[in-house]
């Protein structure tokens, strides 16, 4: 029962986080003019660093570098959908602001940044929780 409800909270968390990203990027790009943002040595290095996440986050989804290579919402590990959806948006996101450049793709894509790094600190204490507590099985 309980582990079926913790199987949930990935999801729930990373919608919630991207539902606040959305809601802080809409409040902070009223503060600009509609203006077209250039790309900026900024601009370019995040859209970079978001690409980058991206395929080595789908490499790995793919070739079952993580811990399963099929994913339902009925998995047990749901962290492995939600890393497919979330940079799936991440990347619709670049492309959207590399083509239309509005304020709102660019706090977007910033906000962005700190839900990517705060998922990779995700998957790094799952690493080292799997690490530290797997004990080998001698027949």
């Known amino acids: 029962m309980i582990a079926d409800a913790l199987g949930y909270l990935p999801p729930v968390l990373a919608g919630l986080m991207v539902f606040a990203g959305v809601i802080h990027s809409r409040l902070a790009s009223r503060k600009h003019s509609q203006r077209e943002y250039f790309m900026t040595p900024k601009i370019i290095t995040l859209c970079v660093f978001h690409l980058l996440c991206a395929g080595g986050s789908y490499w790995h ?3 079952g570098g993580w811990l399963t290579s ?7 590990d749901n962290f492995n959908l939600v890393l497919a959806v979330f940079q799936a948006l991440v990347v619709l996101t670049v492309f959207a602001l590399v083509l239309a450049r509005k304020p709102f793709l660019y706090a977007f894509v ?6 990517q790094v705060l998922l990779g600190v995700a998957i790094l204490a799952l690493v080292l929780i ?10």
């Not at 099929?70 to 047990?76: E, N």
């Not at 910033?110 to 839900?115: G, S």
């Open 61 to 63: 989804l793919v070739s």
């Open 110 to 115: 910033v906000d962005l940044f700190y839900i």
């Open 130 to 139: 799997f690490v530290f507590t797997w004990h080998p099985k001698l027949f």
């Open 70 to 76: 099929h994913y339902t919402w009925g998995d047990p």
